[in-house]
């Protein structure tokens, strides 16, 4: 390290490579702070920092009373994009497929479109919509957040419900009744979870989530619009994409 870097990061450099390349394994204790300084020859305030950041990067998680530990190395599970109009169906084969029982709570309730989601659905800022939120389980774990947005037009009920079963989506619900969904449109960014999202999904530090974003067409008009935040560090999403010759 250069002279002129802060000297927490000669603590920071060194955990790292021993996290990295597998001297400190999954599980295995990270130094106190009190050893750091000894070890290092740095004072408290750096020892802290160290581990702070290392905890930021989600290669350490700390639990009171039991000090810092490395993080064990989830593996990612399959998250598969498809073009069905129900994407509650698609998680809940995604995760028995992992072994892992699907559940979900759900609360729908009369709301206002702000500005991106009535760009998203074409209808005035503000306009009355259904919003339904939702959290996806895999054993009682929470998995994925889902909030969706019908115009009320397409909305089953504009009082507030919740539920923990199945809620059939706009788009389902229109595609059974006979107007076909023409296109299903989808965006995808990884952006640093919100505070709540830290929370719902019980986030460890320094993890960040997958933000998709995903809009149903029945011909030129979008009839629900999604956002799902899903956990950077426990999927991976796959598409398959039709080849047109």
């Avoid at 920092?49 to 290392?54: E, G, I, Q």
């Avoid at 054993?139 to 037009?153: A, I, K």
């Avoid at 986030?203 to 029945?218: D, F, I, K």
């Amino acid at each position: 390290m250069a002279n002129s870097d802060p000297v927490y990061l000669r603590v920071v450099e060194d955990l790292r490579r021993q996290i990295v390349d597998g001297t400190l394994p999954p599980g295995a204790p990270i130094p106190s702070r009190h050893q750091i300084t000894r070890k290092y020859s740095v004072g408290e305030t750096a020892a802290r920092h160290a581990l702070r950041v290392l905890a930021q990067e989600g290669l350490i998680i700390g639990r009171v009373g039991s000090g810092h530990r490395v993080r064990e190395r989830p593996t990612l599970l399959p998250l598969h994009r498809t073009r069905t109009t129900e994407p509650l169906a698609a998680f809940a084969a995604d995760v028995q497929s992992g072994g892992r029982h699907p559940t979900c709570t759900w609360r729908s309730e009369l709301a206002d479109a702000p500005p991106e989601i009535a760009q998203r659905l074409r209808v005035s800022e503000w306009s009355p919509v259904i919003r339904v939120r939702s959290v996806l389980r895999g054993d009682g774990r929470p998995l994925q957040l889902l909030t969706s947005y019908e115009p009320v037009e397409f909305g089953q009920s504009q009082a507030p419900e919740e539920g923990s079963g199945e809620r059939r989506s706009a788009a389902f619900r229109l595609a059974a009744g006979g107007t076909p969904i023409t296109e299903i449109g989808e965006t995808v960014h990884v952006r640093v979870p919100q505070p709540t999202e830290s929370d719902l999904l019980e986030l460890p530090a320094g993890v960040q989530v997958l933000h998709v974003e995903r809009t149903y067409w029945a011909g030129d008009r979008a009839v629900e619009t999604t956002d799902a935040v899903i956990p950077g560090d426990r999927f991976r999403l796959v598409y398959g994409i039709p080849v047109s010759l």
